[in-house]
């Protein structure tokens, strides 16, 4: 015969009965689960596609941009309306350049602006400038008769020279002849002339900015006196008190001199 265990029997009589699971809960459970899972992937695949989508939007708009190209249509502006001061050959003083003739009027487009220019023609560097009419204040029309005797009364009259150093004053006669005014230019003649005096030292530099004023001066002389180009120059010599022609017999005796002395002093 078997032994009896009592704490056996008693553990066994008031054992709690635990409530049965039945199999319709656990499939409902099942389906729930399945129903998350499925959420939770279509909401991973929707952010993926989020930030997928923004990529291939930039993309395509690059491409269209780089694919088709639209052609710019430039407009011709067209320049401030001026009126004409000046008309065709009408003789003219830039300040920079001397005298000119004003050939014609012609529109150019300059940095995408419709301009129109007179076309000046100067004789004496044989070119052709170019000027917009809006820029015609830097004209100035032929000076007058009563100009003109005015200035020859500045080249007989004596030369003002300063005692400075030679670069400033060559500045100051650069800037007098760039200016364009006929008064300025007749002193900056006065000063620099050395008349018959060849004894004289003359630098290059001064016989250089002597000889540009001199032909400025000469040139508007000859049109507005309407004289020949030697008759004007014999009229400018005259207020300076030159005489080119002297100057070249004295050169050539001086030439001839030379060899002669040579010869004595050996």
């Not at 998350?36 to 930039?58: D, E, F, R, W, Y």
């Not at 708009?61 to 011709?76: A, F, Q, S």
């Not at 400033?168 to 002849?177: D, L, N, P, S, T």
Request: aromatic share 4%; net charge positive.
């Amino acid at each position: 015969m078997k032994k009896i265990n009592l704490k056996n029997i008693l553990k066994k009589t008031f054992k709690k009965s635990k409530p049965k699971k039945s199999k319709k809960a656990k499939g409902k459970k099942k389906v729930v689960t399945k129903s998350l899972k499925v959420k939770k992937i279509k909401k991973t695949n929707l952010n993926i596609q989020k930030k997928t989508k923004p990529t291939l939007k930039s993309e395509n708009l690059r491409i269209t941009k780089t694919n088709e190209v639209k052609p710019e249509i430039k407009k011709i502006k067209k320049q401030e309306t001026a009126k004409k001061e000046y008309k065709l050959k009408d003789y003219v003083v830039y300040p920079k350049h001397g005298v000119g003739q004003i050939l014609s009027i012609s529109s150019k487009t300059i940095g995408g602006i419709d301009v129109q220019c007179y076309d000046i023609k100067f004789e004496k560097d044989k070119a052709i400038g170019n000027l917009p009419i809006n820029k015609q204040n830097h004209l100035r029309p032929l000076s007058t008769i009563n100009q003109v005797n005015k200035s020859i009364s500045i080249l007989k009259s004596k030369p003002k020279i300063k005692r400075s150093m030679w670069s400033r004053r060559a500045q100051e006669y650069e800037q007098k002849i760039t200016s364009g005014k006929i008064y300025e230019l007749a002193e900056v003649v006065r000063d620099l002339n050395k008349g018959d005096d060849l004894m004289v030292d003359q630098s290059y530099s001064e016989r250089q900015l002597f000889e540009k004023a001199y032909e400025r001066i000469l040139s508007e002389f000859q049109i507005v006196i309407g004289a020949s180009h030697e008759e004007t120059q014999k009229k400018l010599d005259k207020a300076l008190k030159r005489n080119l022609e002297k100057q070249q017999i004295v050169k050539t005796e001086i030439k001839k001199e030379e060899p002669k002395e040579i010869g004595t002093t050996e």
